[in-house]
Nanobody, 117 residues
Framework: QVQLVESGGGLVQPGGSLRLSCVVS????????MGWSRQAPGKQRESVAM???????NVVDSVKGRFTISRDNAKNTMFLQMDRLKPEDTAVYYC???????????WGKGTLVTVSS
């Protein structure tokens, strides 16, 4: 069993910053691509950023230049640095990881990010 725990969410004013963390624990053989998705109220979950085990990263256009994804393979941890936050970034942010153990990713339970003045 693999567990993912997100942290770092909260309330921030527009233009502010937050850093999300995702720690993976449990029966880990090898972690492959990791990523972040978000779901705003009344909307479908959308992908935000992903990073391969080799460190190749991609972010969606709506957050490009503001969000940075990174990972520490030695600590089975992934981060999402979010700068210049906007009200439209308000959502529950979920982390996920693909492993060799199965054909679907493992998901965390999410952390709420609220951008409001």
């Amino acid at each position: 069993q693999v567990q993912l725990v997100e942290s770092g969410g909260g309330l921030v004013q527009p233009g502010g910053s937050l850093r999300l963390s995702c720690v993976v624990s449990g029966s880990i053989s090898s972690l492959l691509t990791m990523g972040w998705s978000r779901q705003a109220p009344g909307k479908q979950r959308e992908s935000v950023a992903m990073i391969t085990s080799a460190g190749s990263a991609n972010v969606v256009d709506s957050v490009k230049g503001r969000f940075t994804i990174s990972r520490d393979n030695a600590k089975n941890t992934m981060f999402l640095q979010m700068d210049r936050l906007k009200p439209e970034d308000t959502a529950v942010y979920y982390c996920y990881v693909w492993t060799r153990a199965r054909t679907e990713p493992y998901w965390g339970k999410g952390t709420l990010v609220t951008v409001s003045s």
